[in-house]
């Protein structure tokens, strides 16, 4: 399999669930990111982890709560969100000093009632 | 502040009837401009990378280009298969959000048979 994958594709939860998005990119990059993409909005950079160490948090609520236990993966854990939490979660890829360029995953549709 | 402003919001063209997407900048340093392709659903689907005033890159009916304060995307005959979001995003070498990508919220283009 190559490039950035992600798993679910599509996820429902309540106010009170807890869950988990998965990450795996087999591009070798050092680098991975999640970002947000709710409508009308652009693309909005929540976590950056480089080399397995997270580098970037950008104010990001408590309720989401980034994993990564090495270079492949990254998992995005979710507890008590809101329904304004509901949104398009991106992942991404990238190797940065060197290209620059970030490849992204198919993301995970998520919906909070 | 580094900010990224896409216009139109959206654009719909007939197939065949060539057009340009803008992406106006203000960033603390350009290291990088880049142009992603986004289908309903999907994550971005990366498309260029321009790293200075002057160059220009081209793949398909796609023409990119980049001056001091903005970007181009060129479509030449486009046809129906070209539809997307077509988004913008910088990366800036000095400030805050120096190495991370700064996305504008995207032209949505509809090409009609």
């Known amino acids: 399999e190559t490039g950035v994958t992600q798993t679910p594709r599509h996820l429902v939860m309540g106010m009170t669930n807890k869950k988990s998005l998965k990450c795996e990119q087999h591009l070798g990059h050092n680098a991975m990111y999640w970002y947000k993409q709710s409508a009308k909005k652009p693309l909005e950079l929540m976590f950056v982890y480089n080399f397995k160490e997270q580098t970037e948090n950008n104010s990001v609520p408590s309720r989401f709560s980034p994993e990564c236990p090495n270079s492949s993966h990254l998992f995005l854990h979710l507890h008590t969100l809101q329904p304004e939490d509901s949104a398009l979660y991106l992942c991404a890829a990238g190797d940065p000093g060197a290209s620059e360029t970030q490849y992204f995953g198919p993301g995970t549709r998520l919906l909070v009632l | 502040e580094d900010q990224v402003t896409q216009s139109p919001e959206a654009l719909r063209l007939q197939e065949g009837e060539s057009s340009s997407l803008n992406c106006s900048y203000t960033v603390s340093g350009l290291r990088g401009l880049f142009w992603y392709r986004q289908d309903p659903g999907k994550g971005p689907e990366f498309l260029f990378t321009?790293?200075?005033a002057g160059e220009e890159k081209e793949k398909e009916r796609l023409k990119a280009t980049l001056t001091k304060k903005e970007s181009f995307l060129h479509i030449t005959a486009p046809k129906p298969e070209d539809s997307a979001t077509y988004l913008c995003?910088?990366?800036?070498?000095?400030?805050?959000?120096?190495?991370?990508?700064?996305f504008g919220k995207g032209t949505k283009l509809s090409v009609k048979p």
């Open positions: 321009l790293y200075s």
């Open positions: 995003a910088v990366q800036a070498h000095y400030g805050g959000s120096q190495g991370n990508l700064i």
